[in-house]
């Protein structure tokens, strides 16, 4: 079983950058999918890497977030800068790349427990 785990959140002001980390254990890695969530939103996907090539970007962040893997370390990486108050949400990383549900975390699949992000004005 694959255990998750988010770091990084925090609290920042608009134009400023955070980098989230998901760090696994119990199976190596070999793709992560990023999403987010906002109060009364929908879950929406971010970004996603594959360890065997591939990288896909949500048009609402293409040019300022960037993800990527450290096989060594287990742990893929969002660098987010030029951050936007509407980034703000609760972000969560996923084996699952490819999740399309309507409210993220779900009950099934390998999941973190999500990292707050807050993107003030």
């Known amino acids: 079983e694959v255990r998750l785990v988010e770091s990084g959140g925090g609290a920042v002001q608009a134009g400023g950058s955070l980098r989230l980390s998901c760090t696994a254990s119990?199976?190596?890695?070999?793709?992560v999918g990023w999403y987010r969530q906002a109060p009364g939103a929908e879950c929406e996907f971010v970004a996603s890497i594959r360890i065997a090539g591939g990288i896909e970007y949500a048009d609402s962040v293409k040019g300022r977030f960037t993800i990527s893997l450290d096989n060594a370390r287990n742990t893929v990486y969002l660098q987010m800068n030029s951050l936007k108050p509407e980034d703000t949400a609760v972000y969560y990383c996923?084996?699952?790349?490819?999740?399309?549900?309507?409210?993220?975390?779900?009950?099934?699949?390998?999941w973190g427990q999500g990292t707050q992000v807050t993107v003030s004005s």
């Open positions: 119990g199976s190596t890695l070999d793709g």
């Open positions: 996923s084996t699952d790349r490819l999740f399309m549900g309507v409210s993220c975390p779900p009950s099934f699949g390998d």
